[in-house]
């Protein structure tokens, strides 16, 4: 098992940055892909970025690629979503997951999931 608490979601305006964390435990961190889906009120959840297990590889959505980086450190089993120019559509639920080995878009295919941080991006 593998247990995984997001943090860092919050209110800021459009064009502000935020960072958010996911602390992981209970299993070894580093054999694990992570990823980062969301869901805004209304919407299915959706795919924001992913990246592989020792972090050389990273993935990210077209509707946040160049704003939005992710990155991990394994020595502190800690996965981080950097989200800059902020936009009101950026509005959603944060959610943190790992899989062992997919990296891809499928929500399906990952087996851990966090509870979720709200991020709140104001006009």
């Known amino acids: 098992q593998v247990q995984l608490v997001e943090s860092g979601g919050g209110l800021v305006q459009a064009g502000g940055s935020l960072r958010l964390s996911c602390a992981a435990s209970?299993?070894?961190?580093?054999?694990?892909?992570m990823g980062w889906f969301r869901q805004a009120p209304g919407k299915e959840r959706e795919y924001v970025a992913s990246i592989t297990w020792n972090g050389v590889y990273t993935y990210t959505a077209d509707s946040v690629t160049g704003r939005f980086t992710i990155s991990r450190d394994n020595t502190k089993n800690t996965l981080y979503l950097q989200m800059s120019n902020l936009k009101p559509e950026d509005t959603a639920i944060y959610y943190c997951?790992?899989?062992?080995?997919?990296?891809?878009?499928?929500?399906?295919?990952?087996?851990?999931w966090g509870q979720g941080t709200q991020v709140t991006v104001s006009s």
């Open positions: 997951t790992a899989s062992n080995g997919y990296y891809g878009r499928n929500e399906k295919s990952y087996e851990y």
């Open positions: 209970g299993r070894t961190f580093s054999a694990y892909a």
